[in-house]
């Protein structure tokens, strides 16, 4: 059982940071002693309820958490398309095939590649 110090320390904290906080046991259900062991547990049944509902909005959508849908992959093939898309309007730069079309050209320009994109030497003259 922890003080009650630190319970209204972790209430106050809870507040703070705009946590869910359980409200304290109304002081009647805790000064009846006959009545309070139905009632402590239905108050407590309550908020733990609260407190689970709480917990599950929370969390991260079922088809997104990588930890409990093992069979969710991310959408590669869309975000391939988008990447290129957006490269071949200027708005992205991918230095990995700048660095790959730079050495292509490269080899245009010593000879190595008869056709190519980018080759003089391709027939259409």
Same mark, same amino acid.
């Given at each position: 059982m922890?003080?009650?110090?630190?319970?209204?320390m972790?209430?106050?904290?809870?507040?703070?940071?705009?946590?869910?906080?359980?409200?304290?046991?109304?002081?009647d259900?805790q000064? =009846? !002693?006959?009545? $309070? %062991?139905? *009632? @402590?547990?239905?108050?407590a049944?309550?908020? =733990? !309820?609260?407190? $689970? %509902?709480i *917990? @599950?909005?929370s969390?991260?959508?079922l088809?997104?958490?990588?930890?409990?849908n093992?069979?969710?992959?991310?959408?590669?093939?869309?975000?391939?398309?988008?990447?290129n898309?957006?490269?071949?309007m200027?708005?992205?730069?991918?230095?990995?095939?700048?660095?790959k079309?730079?050495?292509?050209?490269?080899?245009?320009?010593r000879?190595?590649?008869?056709f190519?994109?980018?080759?003089?030497?391709?027939?259409?003259?």
């Open positions: 922890s003080s009650k110090y630190s319970q209204r972790a209430r106050l904290s809870q507040k703070i940071f705009g946590q869910y906080r359980r409200p304290p046991m109304p002081p259900i000064r =009846h !002693r006959t009545r $309070a %062991v139905y *009632a @402590r547990h239905a108050f049944t309550l908020h =733990h !309820r609260n407190e $689970a %509902v *917990a @599950r909005m969390s991260l959508p088809d997104l958490d990588c930890q409990r093992p069979l969710y992959y991310p959408p590669h093939p869309q975000v391939y398309v988008l990447i898309r957006l490269r071949e200027g708005l992205f730069r991918d230095e990995h095939l700048d660095f079309e730079e050495m292509v050209r490269q080899k245009i320009l000879g190595k590649r008869i190519a994109k980018y080759s003089d030497k391709s027939g259409d003259k």
